[in-house]
């Protein structure tokens, strides 16, 4: 995967559908999370155009999915999410991009993700509770370390700010709404419809 025109790529880590939103399982059926996951991912996918798009991985079926949507696929089994979001962007890096935007699959709301990139340091997009990092934008070149994970908002701010990087923070509605819980879902109750149909 080489630059074409830019220097930004977005990088989406993607767990198998099949096994996505397992929190959900006691409000939709196996075959709905499934949709729903697959459909969230392709908002976000849409959401990152025109930018690159590399979807890192593990399972056969994902990343089928994410050929099929024109993404790269970066296979990394066995890495764990932090791991593979860390040599997702050391791959990308070698591949001569200079910036990574690391965006999750599950917001459905996701409508532009190229604003995030335009910004020297770190850029960091919370989840709506200021916990989780929804979306993250840094320069492969630097010495960062991910945290996703509970709490891991507060932890990539003092990564940035301890590796004295310039941080920025934006509290952005439609980034900021993921999908973990039934209650994440209740202000949509057209969202599982729509996935369905």
């Known amino acids: 995967m080489a630059p074409m025109g830019g220097d930004v790529a977005v990088l989406i880590p993607v767990k198998a559908f099949h096994r996505a939103k397992a929190r959900l399982s006691g409000t939709l059926d196996p075959p709905t999370r499934e949709t729903l996951a697959r459909h969230m991912a392709e908002t976000v996918v849409r959401a990152a155009s025109p930018l690159p798009v590399a ?8 990343s089928e999915w994410a050929g099929a949507q024109g993404a790269t696929v970066l296979w990394r089994p066995g890495h764990g999410l932090n791991g593979a979001v860390r040599s997702g962007v050391d791959g990308l890096a070698a591949a001569g991009y200079r910036r990574v935007v690391v965006a999750h699959s599950d917001l459905p709301l996701a409508v532009d993700l190229q604003w995030v990139a335009r910004f020297d340091g770190v850029t960091l997009v919370p989840d709506r ?31 940035a700010l301890g590796r004295r990087m310039a941080l920025r923070v934006v509290r952005e509605p439609l980034l900021g709404w993921d999908v973990d819980t039934a209650d994440d879902l209740a202000p949509f109750p057209d969202l599982v419809a729509a996935t369905c149909t």
């Open 129 to 159: 509770r200021d916990d989780g990092t929804n979306v993250l934008s840094v320069p492969t070149d630097a010495i960062f370390e991910f945290g996703y994970g509970g709490g891991s908002f507060r932890h990539h701010a003092r990564e």
């Open 55 to 62: 979807v890192v991985c593990d399972d056969e079926t994902v």
